[in-house]
């Protein structure tokens, strides 16, 4: 290729990004230095400032800095939770059989998720094994909603707690419903097979790992109304996990911003039934 046709097929393909983000609605312009085009990929994952990954995720999963959010749980959760005062969160592998991570792989055909690794395991299984997260709702919920989490996720005997969260951590955001099975978020599709197709390369998306596990299936799931906090352990640094019984998980105390970048404050615990905790809680007596 002459120095000439590698000038045209860079400006054709800082022209077709633009063009794609522009038709989905995100105003942000990429210049060629925002992005590397090597032989396989085009990606900004080198980028210090990843201006096109990061327009995208934030027109499409915006970060929280603070909200106030329910949590349903069981009864001896709950007293766990307000007895040791601190708060799990889990890892993202128990989801593993959902396919939510899968899902997301298979609809906007990420192939090197989906190819199997080493150990005769998806790629994307390895990405749920350092990935901790919890799970909380809206408060504004309508009495059929509000039933529904009581009854699949409080049991019978459960409590509802609210909380106030503050986060100096990116990764507390909204889910991302699937609006139709099997479509894929439109600007995400349109970059992977316009530069796979028109460019002979494949899209990589700087966080890629990390958004899969905010995207469910709307069928499934998007009475939920669901928001996430999420936790990547590294070896190197940062809070590591607590293994117990086969499983493992994360504590933040309350009260505190944690190393995680998050900060809990409970300012109400809702049940049938007073549970055992500290008076310094504010209880208050669900309706029947």
């Known amino acids: 290729m ?39 990929t085009v990606s900004d994952l080198a980028k210090i400032n990843a201006r096109l990954s990061d327009a995208i995720i934030n027109h499409l999963w915006p970060s929280i800095e603070s909200k106030c959010v329910y949590h ?11 007895n040791k005062n601190s708060f799990r969160l889990t890892n993202i592998s128990k989801r593993y059989n959902d396919g939510e991570i899968k899902t997301f792989c298979e609809t906007h055909d990420l192939k090197g998720y989906l190819k199997e690794g080493k150990d005769g395991n998806p790629e994307y299984k390895s990405l749920m094994s350092n990935t901790y997260y919890a799970s909380f709702t809206d408060i ?9 989490f009581w009854t699949n996720f409080a049991s019978p005997d459960g409590v509802r707690l609210k909380i106030e969260i503050k986060s100096e951590n990116h990764d507390f ?82 009260g505190t911003m944690s190393e995680c970048g998050f900060k809990l404050n409970i300012t109400e615990v809702c049940a049938f039934e007073k549970p055992n905790m500290p008076e310094t ?3 208050s007596k669900r309706k029947a």
């Not at 400006?11 to 794609?20: A, K, M, Q, R």
């Open 281 to 283: 809680y504010f209880f």
């Open 173 to 254: 955001r909204k889910i991302y419903y699937e609006q139709t099975k099997g479509q894929p978020i439109q600007v995400l599709y349109d970059l992977i097979k316009c530069i796979r197709e028109k460019h002979s390369r494949e899209f990589v998306l700087k966080g890629m790992s990390r958004l899969c596990s905010f995207y469910l299936s709307g069928e499934d799931y998007e009475n939920e109304n669901e928001f996430r906090m999420l936790y990547r352990v590294w070896n190197s640094s940062g809070p590591q996990p607590i293994v117990s019984d086969k499983s493992s998980f994360i504590e933040l105390p309350l």
């Open 140 to 148: 504004s919920l309508t009495k059929e909603q509000e039933q529904y």
């Open 2 to 40: 002459t120095m000439l046709q590698q000038i045209r097929a860079k400006e054709s393909l800082i022209t077709d990004i633009n063009s794609i983000l522009y038709k989905n609605g995100i105003n942000e312009t990429i210049n060629y230095e925002d992005v590397t085009k090597d032989e396989k």
């Open 72 to 82: 349903y749980t069981c009864r001896k959760k709950a007293e766990s939770i307000l």
